[in-house]
T-cell receptor, first 112, second 114 residues
Framework: DAMVIQNPRYQVTQFGKPVTLSCSQTLNHNVMYWYQQKSSQAPKLLFHYYDKDFNNEADTPDNFQSRRPNTSFCFLDIRSPGLGDAAMYLC???????????FGPGTRLLVL | AQSVTQPDIHITVSEGASLELRCNYSYGATPYLFWYVQSPGQGLQLLLKYFSGDTLVQGIKGFEAEFKRSQSSFNLRKPSVHWSDAAEYFCAVGSSGGSYIPTFGRGTSLIVHP
């Protein structure tokens, strides 16, 4: 089945230690998104790629970066994680921006 | 820009009872509307969507939603709730008139009593 895969499902890191989260898709969608979701809140969009074009949300901290080396893969890099970055990170894809988004299962990040 | 309001943070229902989750949107033209469900520790799954056509939309797991332009609403309904429906439900509104990413509401947490 076509799907969105996130690895790892759980990630524990230390304060200030860089961490990379991975997302892959078999849907061949043009758009890939990264969301941050804290407990009992809506997902907050961090950035998205439309093909190779990177689009950063205005309030996304510089601490968060992303890479999309090809259509299938997208990475979220957190350069110096703080305690406030502990959250669920969701990857999603869509064919075009305004259409249905397909979400991965998420990566739960814990910062010690 | 579009916006969406889910006025209920929590809804509690008994198993077997009917359910209605409210969603109100703000958008100048005909919107794209979505309902997603999120089980604990999981990603979001699309329940149903409205782009155009019949204003009563059927989705997965026995859910339906009705687009009411006059009320700017897209409420989610289910005639008989099962314990497995306990989850977080997110309404989202997108724009039919441009390439904008859908905006999510804050979510409604559904609690199901046996």
């Amino acid at each position: 089945d076509a799907m969105v895969i996130q690895n790892p499902r759980y990630q524990v890191t230390q304060f200030g230690k860089p961490v990379t989260l991975s997302c892959s898709q078999t849907l061949n969608h043009n758009v890939m998104y990264w969301y941050q979701q804290k407990s009992s809140q809506a997902p907050k969009l961090l950035f998205h790629y439309y093909d190779k074009d990177f689009n950063n949300e205005a309030d996304t901290p510089d601490n968060f970066q992303s890479r999309r080396p090809n259509t299938s893969f997208c990475f979220l890099d957190i350069r110096s994680p703080g305690l406030g970055d502990a959250a669920m990170y969701l990857c999603a894809t869509s064919r075009v921006l305004q259409e249905t988004q397909y979400f991965g299962p998420g990566t739960r990040l814990l910062v010690l | 820009a579009q916006s969406v309001t889910q006025p209920d943070i929590h809804i509690t229902v008994s198993e077997g009872a009917s359910l209605e989750l409210r969603c109100n949107y703000s958008y100048g033209a005909t919107p794209y509307l979505f309902w997603y469900v999120q089980s604990p520790g999981q990603g979001l799954q699309l329940l149903l969507k409205y782009f155009s056509g019949d204003t009563l939309v059927q989705g997965i797991k026995g859910f339906e939603a009705e687009f009411k332009r006059s009320q700017s609403s897209f409420n989610l309904r289910k005639p008989s709730v099962h314990w497995s429906d306990a989850a977080e439900y997110f309404c989202a509104v997108g724009s039919s008139g441009g390439s904008y990413i859908p905006t999510f509401g804050r979510g409604t947490s559904l609690i199901v009593h046996p």
